[in-house]
């Protein structure tokens, strides 16, 4: 086992810089997640650790190592790729044994690892088998097998969920997450699903255009996203945005609609300093309520614009003089087309951000 | 085919309608088909069984059994001129998928600049047979041609490529593989674009080398394209006839000569219609053996073929 440090990591297409400097350092036995948008550099991040990709500038250090001019094969890592990538003409065992055996071990450890790993992923039975006769998750994790029969320092997850079905992704998730409880290797994982970046990482990097806009734990990026995008990006359905100005004092936020919205005194300093700015007002569905009840919720009149049940809530988009905003309500609220709304909005749970560059203004202390 | 028996039902105006439909427009492929297939191997094999020879049209062409078989099955020149084939066959078929292959994968490198290597791949696929021969007898001749100049230019003494039977069958083993490896390259190539570059990428960070990856995934994931390359240019080499006729005409005496010329200076030159008709139908039947070998191959179920 080993941690990850990328230093300053640049990757160019000729004069087409596609990363721009990332620094990420991933702790030994961390599960870290890459996560972004198509195009973020996500992916070409990750095959720069795997060593499939050469790096232009600045290093990337695996355990003491760096590795930068270390072929992959000496990088000590395994991969797991998006299109699984197994060797079709060969068996199940044979796929998993490729790696050893090419490392030249000797038959008996080859068939000790595989079937420990084959345990561990409950495929025994079907070692014999060719890849065309597994079904979409069996092949899944014949790739993982291969990947942890190796041992490696560092497992890369290169989108190992996107050609499964929802159901099977769901399971998958909860078995890639339990083997990492299982193995404790490092893993870096890349995504561009918000909710497998939520639920499998310790710590996520939001990246865009090859930027990294955050780096921090599931809870920092949902509850103090660092930027505009990142606050957009974590969290479904995603986070509204209304053009607003800080009132004098920080005492109001009046939003470009005419609303005008309470500040609650607790965080009145934090706003002072942004009097008379323009900002960008965000705040979640799940912040947002059916009726103003409760402290530090103000109550807006709005109607009812688009209703979409979910079964467990039910989401409802409400316009208030021309801003939008869609809320999570109990399906109980029993909301219509055209309907009045009182809509209660939970004046500490907010986030501002600046309108030129997207930063966020006021961080919101931890609960 | 399965047990279960055919309920027949009335067919409906409508059905009836389509039915005359597809028979009206299978009609113009399968009259032409008869034309110029059927037609003609059907008057072959019944050639094959007269006596024909225009060079005696008093004796007109009477039905004489299997004589023209018999004749071929104790004719030295008929037996030496298959086993140039069969010589063909086995060094040129090969010879041409090996460097089939080496092209290929020169072909499937990301060269930034695409253009020559296509060219290079395309040119000898696209040059006609018999000119492909006429240039090769150009580079073997004797005085003037390329391959003795640069013996010379070595200081070697210039060999009699193609006046001796030896070096003639050499000759003309350097041509065909040349001239017939671009097609076996174009379906190889086609081959290796369908192997995803994951598979590499995997067997790199898995630890393999080059080398073993070529032995790993290239070349079992090649298989099938390899099985058909060989089959197509087996196909072909039975008939090997253009290139050795333009450059030895096969010489020196008949130490080139092919089943294919044989049968060729039987019926055009001897003007023997009725025995070129009854060689042409062995080898026919030669072919449509092989033919058989690859439709077997092809109707295999496509998933086993494929991994």
Request: a positive charge; proline letters at 6%.
């Amino acid at each position: 086992m080993a941690g990850i440090a990328i230093q300053r990591v640049v990757k160019a297409y000729g004069s087409t810089p596609v990363i721009h400097g990332i620094d990420i350092a991933v702790a030994e036995g961390e599960f870290a997640v890459l996560v972004g948008p198509s195009g973020c550099g996500k992916s070409t991040l990750l095959r720069m650790i795997a060593g499939l990709e050469s790096i232009t500038d600045g290093t990337i250090a695996i355990g003491d190592r760096v590795v930068n001019d270390l072929p992959p094969r000496d990088r000590d890592i395994a991969m797991v790729f998006q299109d699984y990538a197994l060797y079709p003409h060969k068996t199940v065992f044979e796929n998993m044994a490729f790696g050893l055996r090419m490392r030249k071990s000797p038959e008996d450890v080859v068939k000790r690892k595989v079937d420990a790993a084959a345990e561990i992923l409950k495929i025994g039975h079907l070692l014999q088998r060719r890849p065309s006769q597994l079904s979409g998750g069996q092949r899944q994790r014949v790739a993982m097998g291969r990947a942890i029969v190796r041992d490696p320092k560092v497992f890369l997850f290169d989108e190992p969920l996107s050609n499964l079905d929802a159901q099977l992704r769901g399971e998958m998730r909860v078995e890639i997450k339990r083997l990492h409880q299982q193995i404790k290797t490092t893993i870096v994982y890349v995504t561009h699903d918000q909710v497998e970046a939520m639920t499998l990482a310790d710590r996520i990097a939001v990246m865009k255009g090859g930027y990294l806009e955050q780096l921090g734990t599931p809870d920092d990026v949902y509850s103090r996203p660092a930027s505009r995008f990142v606050a957009g990006f974590i969290g479904s359905p995603t986070m509204n945005f209304v053009d607003a100005t800080i009132g004098a004092a920080g005492g109001t936020i009046r939003l470009k609609s005419g609303v005008t919205l309470a500040v609650p005194t607790g965080r009145h300093a934090e706003l002072a300093q942004l009097a008379g700015r323009s900002v960008v007002f965000g705040i979640r569905p799940e912040h947002l309520s059916f009726g103003a009840r409760g402290p530090d919720v103000v109550g807006v009149a709005t109607k009812a614009s688009m209703v979409e049940p979910l079964g467990s809530d039910t989401l409802v988009t409400l316009s208030l003089d021309g801003a939008e905003m869609t809320a999570r309500f109990p399906p109980e609220a029993g909301v219509r087309v055209g309907d009045t709304v009182e809509l209660g909005i939970s004046m500490s749970r907010f986030h501002l951000f600046d309108p030129e560059s997207g930063h966020a203004l006021a961080v919101r202390p931890k609960l | 085919m399965s047990a279960t028996p055919v309920v027949r039902h009335r067919l409906t105006k409508l059905e009836r309608a389509e039915q005359r439909l597809g028979w009206a427009l299978l009609a113009p492929a399968f009259l032409l088909l008869v034309g110029v297939v059927l037609y003609p191997v059907v008057e072959l094999i019944n050639q094959s069984f007269r006596f024909n020879q225009l060079t005696m049209p008093w004796m007109g062409t009477p039905f004489i059994g299997f004589d023209n078989y018999t004749k071929a099955l104790g004719d030295p020149r008929f037996w030496h001129a298959t086993l140039n084939t069969l010589i063909f066959i086995i060094v040129t078929v090969p010879g041409a998928v090996i460097v089939g292959l080496g092209l290929a994968l020169l072909a499937n490198k990301p060269f930034t600049v695409k253009w020559p290597v296509r060219l290079g791949l395309l040119l000898p696929w696209a040059l006609p047979l018999v000119f492909a021969g006429l240039i090769f007898r150009w580079f073997f001749e004797y005085n003037v041609g390329l391959v003795n100049a640069v013996i010379k230019m070595f200081g070697g003494q210039p060999l009699t490529w193609l006046s001796d039977p030896t070096l003639a069958m050499i000759g003309i083993f350097v041509a065909i593989i040349w001239k017939t490896s671009s097609f076996v390259a174009l379906v190889l190539l086609a081959g290796l674009q369908t192997i995803p570059k994951s598979l590499y990428e995997a067997a790199e960070v898995d630890g393999a080398s080059s080398w073993q990856q070529f032995w790993e995934i290239t070349l079992p994931m090649l298989r099938p394209a390899i099985v058909v390359a060989l089959i197509f240019r087996t196909i072909t080499a039975i008939q090997t006839f253009d290139i050795p006729y333009a450059m030895t005409n096969g010489g020196p005496g008949d130490a080139t000569e092919t089943l294919a010329m044989y049968i060729h200076k039987n019926t055009i030159d001897f003007l023997d219609i009725g025995y070129g008709s009854a060689l042409a139908v062995l080898m026919f039947v030669v072919s449509a053996l092989v033919t058989a070998v690859y439709l077997r191959h092809t109707q295999r179920n496509p998933a086993r073929v494929a991994t």
